[in-house]
């Protein structure tokens, strides 16, 4: 375990400001005049640098960056004036005499900066504390008590915003002129009462330990939005800039944009008291908005036939209790998920933490193989890990799978056959469609999130036609390329795309000529993962083509129109 100081710097060779208290009296003679560099929005340096703002009423601008190497090699450049950023990132730049230490944002001297005074030792009534990074086992990263405290306060957010009334005042906010210290109170008092109504989700040794200022900067910054209203996946994407790649990027694993889980969601159709599972669940997108899409055709249900108010509410937690499942290798993002149904509504305890979906099944944990069995589940919705760089390995997950076999030409057919001989790995993604595949009853329906290339590929033909032998596919839509580009700081440039299949029944038919296809040309973002807006006469549109995609599929499955452009249009499925 490594205690980091955060040391505040500017460039080497700027000596006209040679104080941190020379920056504060600069800053506050001129409001944001002067620059501060971070390793993007709402990264440890950038709160650091906003707690040192809102302490010491100063304004100054923020420089983003997509990490703390380039932000630090242009503060040497002096591209901008100061940064804050955890001693071990600083050393080797400050060792080359490349950026320069102002002060210690710590109670004491650092031991390896002994002659760097702290802030408070010129006259800066500032701790910002140490981050704590943990180093160890392969997917633990620096940031990661630093999410848990954001994403512990998210969930107080989202519970606040379930348990208030349209006329009640959120006990989330921050009043102007309003003393930290009483916004703290009334925020562990939040959490407490999480912890009280979900026990099997937070334990008591769950805690928010965030100053007071740390606490009303973040609730100040956040009290204006609605979470739950949100098109972005809060918790996820929280959960993304804090982690970041260290922990989900070389696993091939990324968050997928709410506008697609909505998108997949609406196209898949699941209905009330249908059995939905994630086996790659990660932060609980698809699941959470599943649930909704449930609810809501529950509502409906319920007008038509006249259900009270306290019947609603109890089939609606009945349905997220009997019928969700989870599945992600990640205890974190597991726990995640689970705090996220139980404030929803409910479902979480169907939710499980298992070293892998591809697992044997007979290897899973006894409390999930009771409630995850193959052949079972009407819908399965995932995004599931790929990436070039990484393989699954190992005869006893890779022999369950067909395409976990090498296969083989048939020089007199010309067509590559199954053979016995298992292969020494495999990409992920592959062998999830098919323990996808293995999950569903016939005639069940699965949403997943593709790369492109198994589509486009010449040596994935014959796995399409296998998958064509055990399921119909309903519908293929490209993405842009900035769709897993949501942060601008990590993420892939893979273009993947959106397919809906249908297993087949026990007359292996299919009855469907013709599939529906799309290519979207937007995202809702660009590649550094800011909203694509054009301006149509007054208002500003944001550019994103998925929705209109998921309505197209929509309106064609259940009206019959056919549409005839990018976002929609008919392929005979020969063509496949």
């Keep these: 375990?490594?205690?980091?100081?955060?040391?505040?710097?500017?460039?080497?060779?700027?000596?006209?400001?040679?104080?941190?208290?020379?920056?504060?009296?600069?800053?506050?003679?001129?409001?944001?005049?002067?620059?501060?560099?971070?390793?993007?929005?709402?990264?440890?340096?950038?709160?650091?640098?906003?707690?040192?703002?809102?302490?010491?009423?100063?304004q100054m601008r923020q420089v983003p960056y997509k990490g703390s190497t380039p932000m630090l090699t242009d503060l040497a450049g002096g591209q901008f004036d100061v940064a804050m950023d955890l001693l071990p990132h600083a050393m080797p730049f400050m060792q080359t005499n490349r950026v320069r230490p102002l002060a210690i944002a710590a109670p004491k001297r650092s031991p390896l900066l002994p002659d760097v005074p702290t802030l408070k030792e010129q006259g800066i009534d500032?701790?910002?504390?140490?981050?704590?990074?943990?180093?160890?086992?392969?997917?633990?990263?620096?940031?990661?008590?630093?999410?848990?405290?954001?994403?512990?306060?998210?969930?107080?957010?989202?519970?606040?915003?379930?348990?208030?009334?349209?006329?009640?005042?959120?006990?989330?906010?921050?009043?102007?002129?309003?003393?930290?210290?009483?916004?703290?109170k009334r925020i562990l008092d939040l959490f407490?009462?999480?912890?009280?109504?979900?026990?099997?989700?937070?334990?008591?040794?769950?805690?928010?330990?965030?100053?007071?200022?740390?606490?009303?900067?973040?609730?100040?910054?956040?009290?204006?939005?609605?979470?739950?209203?949100?098109?972005?996946?809060?918790?996820?994407?929280?959960?993304?800039?804090?982690?970041?790649?260290?922990?989900?990027?070389?696993?091939?694993?990324f968050f997928t944009p709410r506008n697609v889980v909505r998108a997949l969601v609406d196209m898949v159709d699941p209905k009330p008291g249908e059995l939905i599972i994630d086996p790659a669940c990660g932060s609980g997108g698809f699941l959470t908005v599943a649930l909704e899409h449930v609810w809501d055709g529950l509502d409906d249900e319920a007008q038509n036939k006249g259900w009270s108010a306290s019947l609603l509410e109890r089939r609606k937690r009945e349905i997220a209790t009997r019928t969700l499942r989870g599945m992600d290798k990640d205890a974190f993002l597991a726990k995640c998920t689970k705090a996220y149904l139980a404030i929803l509504g409910d479902g979480r305890g169907g939710v499980f933490r298992v070293d892998s979906s591809l697992q044997p099944t007979d290897q899973w944990p006894e409390q999930v193989r009771d409630k995850v069995k193959l052949g079972s589940f009407d819908v399965v919705l995932t995004n599931p890990p790929f990436g070039k760089k990484i393989r699954v390995v190992?005869?006893?997950?890779?022999?369950?799978?067909?395409?976990?076999?090498?296969?083989?030409?048939?020089?007199?057919?010309?067509?590559?056959?199954?053979?016995?001989?298992?292969?020494?790995?495999?990409?992920?993604?592959?062998?999830?469609?098919?323990?996808?595949?293995?999950?569903?009853?016939?005639?069940?329906?699965?949403?997943?999130?593709?790369?492109?290339?198994?589509?486009?590929?010449p040596s994935y033909s014959h796995i399409i036609d296998w998958l064509q032998q055990k399921a119909t596919i309903l519908a293929i839509a490209a993405m842009p390329e900035p769709l897993f580009k949501t942060s601008g700081k990590a993420g892939t440039h893979t273009k993947v795309c959106m397919v809906v299949l249908r297993k087949h029944n026990k007359k292996n038919?299919?009855?469907?000529?013709?599939?529906?296809?799309?290519?979207?040309?937007?995202?809702?973002?660009?590649?550094?993962?800011?909203?694509?807006?054009?301006?149509?006469?007054?208002?500003?549109?944001?550019?994103?083509?998925?929705?209109?995609?998921?309505?197209?599929?929509?309106?064609?499955?259940?009206l019959g129109l056919i549409p005839n452009d990018h976002l929609g249009f008919m392929q005979p499925r020969a063509a496949l």
């Design 1 to 58: 375990e490594l205690h980091a100081e955060v040391v505040a710097l500017e460039q080497a060779h700027r000596r006209l400001r040679a104080t941190q208290a020379r920056v504060l009296a600069a800053a506050r003679a001129k409001p944001n005049a002067l620059t501060y560099g971070s390793s993007g929005a709402g990264s440890s340096n950038h709160l650091a640098m906003a707690l040192f703002e809102t302490a010491t009423g100063t």
């Design 126 to 184: 500032v701790e910002i504390g140490n981050w704590r990074g943990v180093y160890g086992a392969p997917g633990i990263t620096r940031d990661e008590p630093l999410a848990q405290e954001v994403i512990n306060l998210l969930f107080c957010k989202i519970f606040d915003e379930i348990n208030s009334g349209s006329n009640d005042m959120v006990q989330f906010h921050f009043g102007h002129n309003e003393d930290p210290r009483d916004v703290y």
């Design 192 to 253: 407490d009462n999480v912890k009280i109504e979900y026990p099997d989700v937070f334990g008591e040794s769950d805690t928010i330990s965030l100053d007071e200022n740390s606490i009303a900067y973040v609730v100040g910054e956040l009290q204006t939005y609605s979470l739950l209203q949100a098109e972005r996946d809060a918790i996820g994407e929280a959960f993304e800039v804090f982690i970041g790649p260290a922990l989900r990027g070389p696993e091939g694993q």
């Design 394 to 457: 190992g005869q006893p997950i890779l022999e369950q799978f067909d395409l976990g076999h090498k296969w083989t030409t048939n020089k007199k057919a010309g067509a590559k056959e199954l053979s016995d001989e298992v292969l020494a790995d495999f990409p992920p993604q592959l062998l999830f469609v098919e323990r996808c595949l293995q999950l569903l009853k016939p005639g069940g329906r699965l949403g997943i999130v593709l790369p492109e290339s198994l589509f486009g590929s």
């Design 509 to 558: 038919t299919t009855t469907e000529e013709l599939v529906f296809m799309a290519d979207a040309k937007w995202c809702g973002h660009d590649s550094r993962g800011n909203p694509t807006f054009r301006r149509q006469g007054d208002e500003d549109v944001l550019l994103d083509d998925v929705p209109t995609i998921a309505r197209n599929y929509v309106d064609f499955k259940n």
